[in-house]
């Protein structure tokens, strides 16, 4: 999926610092969030920064950080990885609180395989295809907004029944 870059992040390309700064949210309860250079504040939240971590961003983006005291890897192993949303922002630039335009969201999905050591953590993170696939249907329309708890529809598959949570 082509994306483009804002206005800022175009702008600071030019600039003399050009290595991005990529901006990890691992969806927890509390979530994790690390920026693999200074600390940053984005969208009201704090990105703390991590030693040595590297992104690479494809099909399935990977990150790899320093497990610093261990925290982070025993973070992963106590929340697990199953339905936990891993996010990517890219951004170039040197302020320490971006506007909300400026990193520019790269990769939006879930955690998959993960390999955490004493010294590194190593993650893949696969895409959510409704995110990176717009417009396209997975199956015909049944309707455009979520019915309530409990609404019961009927379609040629069968008769289902919604339920939340």
């Known amino acids: 999926m082509a994306r483009t870059n804002s206005t800022n992040n175009t702008t600071n390309k030019a600039l003399a610092v050009t290595t991005p700064v990529y901006l990890l949210e691992l969806g927890y309860p509390t979530p994790l969030r690390l920026s693999s250079r200074q600390g940053i504040t984005f969208d009201g939240?704090?990105?703390?920064?991590?030693?040595?971590?590297?992104?690479?961003?494809?099909?399935r983006a990977t990150?790899?950080?320093?497990?610093?005291?261990?925290?982070?890897?025993?973070?992963i192993l106590a929340g697990g990885t199953v339905g936990v949303t891993a996010k990517v922002w890219l951004y170039y630039g040197t302020s320490t609180?971006?506007?909300?335009?400026?990193?520019?969201?790269?990769?939006?999905?879930?955690?998959?395989?993960?390999?955490?050591t004493k010294k590194f953590v190593d993650l893949t993170m696969v895409h959510n295809e409704m995110s990176s696939a717009p417009k396209e249907l997975v199956t015909d329309r049944i309707f455009h907004h979520l019915p309530a708890d409990g609404t019961e529809f009927t379609t040629n598959a069968g008769a289902f029944v919604l339920r939340r949570g």
Not at 63 to 72: D, K, P, S
Not at 101 to 111: C, E, I, N, Q, R
């Open 97 to 116: 609180t971006p506007g909300a335009s400026d990193p520019d969201l790269y990769h939006d999905g879930f955690l998959g395989p993960w390999e955490i």
């Open 63 to 75: 990150a790899r950080f320093f497990n610093q005291g261990f925290t982070y890897g025993a973070t």
């Open 45 to 59: 939240n704090v990105f703390t920064a991590v030693s040595n971590m590297v992104v690479t961003l494809g099909e």
